[in-house]
């Protein structure tokens, strides 16, 4: 077996911290996305934001007094004034998943400090956090039903169009156009002999994973008979095509669990059964395979020159070395064994940067926002509303098996905590529809 080498600050953006970034065409689209949420209705303010997530590397950034403000994390935080400064957030009630990532939040700053050993890590891990919760708490406010949803997915449709030229015109040449704004490597990395394009996003796995999450959504407007069938057919084969020319094997298991999800979509009412079911399968392979069962995720391949056994190894060595960062997380894990300094699993991630709590804490953020959005799915009423809350439920469904292959960095961290506020307030505006029920 070969050693895994990444290049310096892999899986956190850090190859490009502490430097600016900035291309001027990349600046003019900023302060064009500035204008356009400060000018725009409360409907449409969200909008940019996805637009400079999809467009804009995330490398470009500002650099003022060794902090870093990515150009979405300037977006992001003016988008929040914005909020504030005209109270459009008042009238959001505090509900459990906004309570938890709240603990999240404040657990992850606290013992990243602890860890680090001063305000250095406080202020590191608040950027983060800012990213990360700020982009939730957008989602939370500007996106309040269903039929949010389905504009915000109509709008990321419209943008796989010139975002699948970009994909092929790499494929083709082997050069990433987008790197001229920096943050992107110029020639696209090979693996197995095949390109991994990437775009603009931060990695070929998260540029596949990103697209391969909106399916469900794209699913949901199909099946749900929400706008037109042969518009959204062009948009899913858009999305089918980047996720290709990826060329990993992440995406690919994420468009199969995608597929999965929806195919369940007329047995929803049996999931209790299915999910108990489930546990206790996993628990006899468990007991009756030579080796646990995460181990099985080694033999995933579906791309070639998949990195399974490394993602599988990661898994068993932090277990073995749990007393090492249970409490408030660990300083390295390069010496759990080769290449292991590349935490590709959110959840680990999570627990290496703030300790087993910081790791619970995300995990029970992700299973209230399962359980709000169960309320709103036995409150639906429409086949629209129905279908768009389910296919919310498969993103996160994707997304939680994204996390044991992959860690979140650059835009798609942004892009996974928006839409997670988004459907939770979609949810959260069927089930209080009810009036009979006060409390989600």
């Known amino acids: 077996m070969s050693e895994r080498i990444m290049p310096k600050g892999f899986g956190s953006g850090g190859e490009w911290a ?18 356009i949420m400060l000018r725009q209705s409360r409907k449409n303010v969200i909008f940019p934001l996805v637009f400079l997530i999809l467009a804009i590397p995330s490398a470009q950034r500002i650099v003022i007094a060794t902090l870093d403000f990515s150009f979405l994390r300037i977006l992001i935080l003016m988008t929040v004034a914005r909020i504030f400064l005209r109270g459009e957030g008042r009238d959001i009630k505090m509900e459990k998943p906004d309570i938890t990532i709240l603990m999240w939040m404040f657990w992850g700053i606290f013992a990243y400090g602890i860890l680090k050993g001063g305000l250095s890590g406080v202020i590191t891990r608040t950027g983060f956090m800012v990213d990360a919760v700020g982009a939730y708490y957008i989602g939370r406010v500007y996106v309040r039903t269903t039929d949010d949803i389905r504009r915000i997915t109509l ?6 169009l010139p975002m699948v030229v970009f994909f092929l015109v790499e494929r083709a040449t082997g050069k990433n156009f987008l790197s001229m704004f920096g943050g992107v490597p110029e ?5 197995g002999g095949r390109l991994r394009c990437q775009g603009p996003f931060s990695h070929p796995i998260l540029a596949g994973v990103f697209w391969a999450s909106i399916l469900p959504w794209m699913s949901a407007l199909w099946y749900g008979a929400v706008g037109n069938k042969k518009i959204i057919a062009v948009y899913i084969l858009s999305i089918g095509i980047i996720v290709a020319n990826t060329a990993s094997s992440t995406p690919v298991m994420a468009v199969l669990f995608s597929l999965l999800g929806i195919s369940m ?12 079911r489930g ?63 590349d935490i590709t699993n959110q959840y680990l991630l999570d627990g290496v940067r703030g300790g087993l709590l910081e790791m619970i804490l995300f995990i029970f953020f992700i299973v209230r926002v399962f359980s709000i959005l169960g309320k709103g799915m036995d409150r639906a009423t429409s086949k629209e509303e ?55």
């Open 279 to 341: 546990l206790i399968m996993l628990l006899v392979l468990h007991v009756s395979m030579d080796a646990p069962v995460w181990h099985l995720i080694s033999r995933i391949d579906l791309s070639g020159g998949s990195t399974g056994w490394h993602r599988y190894n990661l898994i068993q060595q932090a277990i073995n070395h749990v007393g090492e960062w249970w409490l408030f997380g660990g300083h390295s894990t390069a010496h759990w064994g080769w290449g292991l300094q």
């Open 18 to 35: 502490n430097q600016t970034v900035v291309h001027p065409f990349g600046l003019a689209i900023l302060i064009i996305c500035i204008i």
């Open 155 to 160: 709008f990321i449709g419209l943008l796989a």
């Open 187 to 191: 020639i696209t990395k090979i693996r």
């Open 265 to 276: 979509f007329g047995i929803r009412k049996k999931m209790p059964l299915i999910r108990k």
């Open 386 to 440: 129905l279908w768009i809350l389910w296919a919310s439920g498969v993103m996160l469904f994707v997304h939680s098996m994204n996390f044991l292959a992959v860690s979140y960095f650059g835009q798609m961290q942004n892009a996974f905590f928006l839409f997670m506020g988004a459907i939770v307030s979609a949810a959260v505006a069927v089930v209080r529809r009810d009036r009979k029920y006060q409390k989600v």
